[in-house]
T-cell receptor, first 113, second 112 residues
Framework: GAVVSQHPSWVICKSGTSVKIECRSL??????MFWYRQFPKQSLMLMAT?????????EQGVEKDKFLINHASLTLSTLTVTSAHPEDSSFYIC?????????FGPGTRLTVT | GQQLNQSPQSMFIQEGEDVSMNCTSS?????WLWYKQEPGEGPVLLIA?????ELTSNGRLTAQFGITRKDSFLNISASIPSDVGIYFC????????????FGKGTKLSVKP
């Protein structure tokens, strides 16, 4: 149980385009989902907390207009990287809250050329 | 802000050896979680701890929630090659869905 999926697992896009990443909790409902960014050999950096039916809470320094988060249902949250630039290239990981634990998706590798 | 100090940063051990890593903080946490991450994958939850002093095992893994609520350790007994990966501790100081603070990770390498 407690399986979280992400789609796509990797994506390459051109600079200036937008990319949408989906995060789904497959066998449980998650009121809260989290989006992280991870640079090579670094720890996870929380970008935002997403609550179903309400606006996401962004961490300091994360541009909400650039990283659009939508949590339309208890099993789906999406992260859209708008007008992507090469510096947005990273590993994006979502997690879903279940009770007091967080279960992570497999991550999405974004490369912006 | 809240910070976790995780050590060691990396470990190179022989198969069969025991491993110990820990996380400390100057702040009190009410939940400690330990995760393992393999290259190109998301972190996988290994053990969750909710009470000060709690000692929990998951197979060859044992973790404890420090009595002061400011630290936690993870032990791996009789390591095997598939234990290779990066282990992260994570602490929470708020409610059940409060944000997690992650340590910087311990990279474990196991020599067969």
């Amino acid at each position: 149980g407690a399986v979280v999926s992400q789609h796509p697992s990797w994506v390459i896009c051109k600079s200036g385009t937008s990319v949408k990443i989906e995060c789904r909790s497959l066998d449980f409902q998650a009121t809260t989902m989290f989006w992280y960014r991870q640079f090579p050999k670094q720890s996870l950096m929380l970008m935002a907390t997403s609550n179903e039916g309400s606006k996401a809470t962004y961490e300091q320094g994360v541009e909400k207009d650039k990283f659009l988060i939508n949590h339309a249902s208890l099993t789906l949250s999406t992260l859209t990287v708008t007008s992507a630039h090469p510096e947005d290239s990273s590993f994006y990981i979502c997690s879903a809250g279940l009770s007091s634990e967080q279960y992570f998706g497999p991550g999405t590798r974004l490369t912006v050329t | 802000g809240q910070q976790l100090n995780q050590s060691p940063q990396s470990m190179f051990i022989q198969e069969g050896e025991d491993v110990s890593m820990n996380c400390t903080s100057s702040s009190i946490f009410n939940t400690w979680l330990w995760y393992k991450q393999e290259p190109g994958e998301g972190p996988v939850l290994l053990i969750a701890l909710y009470k000060a002093g709690e000692l929990t095992s998951n197979g060859r893994l044992t973790a404890q929630f420090g009595i002061t609520r400011k630290d936690s350790f993870l032990n791996i007994s009789a390591s095997i090659p598939s234990d290779v990966g990066i282990y992260f501790c994570a602490g929470r100081y708020g409610g059940s869905q409060g944000n997690l603070i992650f340590g910087k990770g311990t990279k474990l390498s196991v020599k067969p």
